[in-house]
């Protein structure tokens, strides 16, 4: 072997020594780098979070669902005859006018073209003068009827009409049908009434009773 050739051992000594350089440089410069961790976006929920999110979804379509399959109900307010009755006491002086009204139909699908029949009974409560009751007149009655677009007169009576207990005044009222686009009716009950100033006094005076009916109506279904 010619002089100053390296031999074999030392050729393999010096690759050794590369290598083991190569490594260390390697490993140092991993270690002053730091990678982000790209495993899984931080926004996505994970575990039981996740599992919560996945619950609550049927949960809530669920109750879409049903809100939006609710059967709907016509626009239309609460009347006074939707019960089928009701009872007014109304102030007279020192007494009391007590109205039952009441219907045999069912006022909430009454509709503006429909026929309607109220009736009413009226009695007098109050006002006895040393256990006697000074004597009570229905000297008018009348109902007016507004339907939006007309008012008018839907019955009157005038007479001499005794209300003092045990009587009372009885009546029946006929409403005919309103216009097709009329969404409710008001009636306006009057009582007009001769009240003696004390028993068997002959002398009167007059007072009167007003009340309001508010009867919301059906629009009719065009098809």
Do not use: N
């Not at 139909?105 to 009413?120: C, F, G, V």
């Not at 007016?144 to 207990?165: C, K, Q, Y």
């Amino acid at each position: 072997m010619p002089e100053g050739t390296p031999g074999p051992r030392t050729s393999a000594v010096r690759d050794k020594a590369a290598r083991a350089a190569a490594l260390a440089l390697s490993a140092a410069l991993l270690a002053g780098c730091q990678l982000p961790d790209v495993s899984m976006s931080p926004d996505l929920p994970t575990g039981d979070a996740a599992a919560a999110s996945e619950t609550a979804r049927p949960t809530a379509a669920g109750r879409t669902v049903a809100i939006a399959a609710a059967p709907s109900t016509p626009d239309r307010p609460a009347g006074d005859l939707d019960s089928g009755s009701l009872t007014r006491t109304l102030p007279a002086g020192d007494r009391t006018v007590v109205v039952d009204y009441w219907t045999t139909d069912q006022a909430t699908t009454w509709t503006a073209e429909d026929d309607k029949t109220i009736q009413l009974a009226a009695h007098v409560e109050g006002g006895d003068t040393d256990g006697e009751t000074p004597e009570v007149l229905v000297t008018r009655f009348a109902v007016t009827g507004d339907d939006g677009t007309t008012r008018a007169l839907v019955t009157e009576d005038r007479g001499e009409f005794a209300l003092t207990p045990p009587f009372s005044y009885t009546t029946a009222l006929s409403l005919p049908g309103a216009p097709s686009t009329a969404t409710a009716l008001t009636l306006s009950v009057q009582f007009d009434l001769l009240v003696e100033t004390e028993p068997d006094s002959a002398r009167y005076y007059r007072q009167t009773v007003l009340d309001t009916l508010e009867l919301p109506l059906l629009q009719e279904d065009p098809s």
